[in-house]
């Protein structure tokens, strides 16, 4: 029976030293911890906590997909703090419950891998998934989807989160006090029908990082390997 797959998820503050608020770097991570709780428990293997340096929780893995409304919920509500985010898939040492799961496994290690990488390089998330082919893929679709949500302004973010609760553009523009074409024109210049677009695809490729061998190029490459083993 193959092993139980799980989606870790971390989260650590870009420039640390650039935050003016009062709250300390612990605070808001427990914060942000607090609010992924709130949004994401009929989702979670394991809880969201926080210490003094990142964010991380277990989404089952068929809601690995649910990442993208993760970055969606801190990046417009932790406005304009910045995270950097990592997504790991892959088996968990041990027992798992809400509240307690051992750090060790596949999982935490692609995750860990995933936070250093993203921290290093321009990137604020990175994915590593089972399937190689699949991993590339993801990363190259969220560079464009970080793109484009880095492009939003304090005006773009304001429209955004009441789209996003479903309110129409005439609710949007009584809400905040502007015109219903004011607020066409900030979605327009938001790019957020090419943002959903983009999001649309990552969510259907992470429906499948359940599975460890999805396509025909992560088949070839593993046959490669063993080839190679044989040989030596």
């Not at 999982?107 to 590593?128: C, M, Q």
């Not at 399937?131 to 893929?137: G, K």
Request: net charge positive; hydrophobic share 40%; aromatic share 6%.
């Amino acid at each position: 029976m193959p092993p139980t797959l799980y989606a870790v998820v971390k989260l650590a503050l870009q420039n640390k030293g650039s935050r003016s608020s009062e709250e300390t770097e612990g605070q808001v991570l427990q914060k942000t911890a607090a609010l992924l709780n709130s949004a994401f428990q009929p989702f979670l293997a394991g809880n969201f906590n926080a210490d003094n340096a990142e964010v991380k929780g277990v989404l089952m893995v068929q809601e690995s997909a649910r990442i993208i409304q993760l970055i969606q919920l801190v990046d417009l509500e932790m406005n304009p703090l910045r995270f950097n985010y990592a997504l790991g898939v892959g088996s968990i040492n041990g027992k798992i419950t809400a509240d307690s799961y051992e750090e060790t496994g596949p999982a935490w290690t692609r995750a860990n891998r995933a936070l250093k990488e993203a921290a290093r390089s321009n990137r604020d998330i990175v994915v590593r998934l089972p399937s190689s082919f699949l991993t590339r893929t993801v990363n190259t679709l969220f560079a464009v989807e970080s793109d484009l949500r880095n492009n939003w302004s304090s005006a773009h973010r304001e429209a955004i989160k009441l789209v996003r609760r479903g309110r129409t553009q005439v609710e949007m523009a009584e809400i905040l006090g502007v015109t219903q074409a004011a607020i066409s024109q900030r979605l327009k210049h938001a790019r957020w029908d090419r943002y959903l677009e983009v999001c649309a695809v990552l969510d259907e490729l992470l429906a499948q990082a359940r599975w460890k061998l999805l396509l025909p190029w992560d088949l070839r490459k593993d046959q490669k390997k063993k080839g190679a083993a044989k040989g030596n």
